[in-house]
Structure formats: C-alpha cells, structure tokens
C-alpha cells in the first residue's frame, strides 16, 4: 500500500519559518514529481513548489513561493521538506503532499494536476 505521510505543520507568526516534511512510499518517492500543494478555506487548491525525483532534482515553484520557499529531497529517506521562510498570513492553508503526476509533466504545479497519491494534508497558520 503506498503511502504519502505529512508532517510540520503549525503555527507560527509572520516573518517566521516553518519546514514541512513528507515521507512517502519508495514506489510513490521514485515516480517522477513529488510536490507540494495548499488549500486555503474558500480557495482553490494551488500548487507550491515541485521536485523532480531522482539525480535531476530539477525544482519548481509558484511565483508566490519563489525566494521564501525551498523543496528539497532526501533519497535515502524517500523524504521532500519544504523549507518555508518569511511566511505571511496568505501562506495560512492546509498544506498537502502529492506523489507521482500521471499526466502533463510540463506543468507539476497546475491546479488540476494529477497525482496519484495524496497525504492528509497539514495545516499552517500564520498569524498577524
């Protein structure tokens, strides 16, 4: 059974940091994108950063993630982090991790896409 595990959350004031983490299955962690996605209430879900798996490591981000935030991988623990910095009270949202996209690779982060494994989400919350 494959699983997608994230860990991290809570709360924090703005201008601090918090690092996400998720841990997934190694058939789900080597598929291709591991990615990060957030949902706040009366919002639609909004991809954050993306991490190609394996050697590549190629990265992507969201415009409002881009110079805050940071994905990273660590093969040997089949973990992604998402370093999150100079947070804002937008940034308040669950927080969710996705696991192998089964289709359009050239967009990791669109809103639509879609992955095949999903964790429960986390939630962070940022306070004025």
């Known amino acids: 059974q494959v699983q997608v595990e994230e860990s991290g959350g809570g709360s924090v004031q703005a201008g601090g940091s918090l690092r996400l983490a998720c841990t997934a299955s190694a058939s789900a962690f080597n598929k291709n994108f591991m990615a990060w996605f957030r949902q706040a209430p009366g919002k639609k879900r909004e991809g954050v950063a993306a991490?190609?798996?394996?050697?590549?490591?190629?990265?992507y981000y969201a415009p409002s993630a881009k110079g805050r935030f940071t994905i990273s991988q660590d093969k040997g623990k089949n973990t992604v982090y998402l370093q999150m910095n100079s947070l804002t009270t937008e940034d308040t949202a669950v927080y969710y991790c996705a696991a192998h996209l089964t289709k359009n690779w050239a967009l990791p982060l669109d809103g639509q896409a879609q992955y095949a494994y999903w964790g429960q989400g986390t939630q962070v919350t940022v306070s004025s």
């Open positions: 991490i190609l798996s394996g050697n590549s490591g190629s990265t």
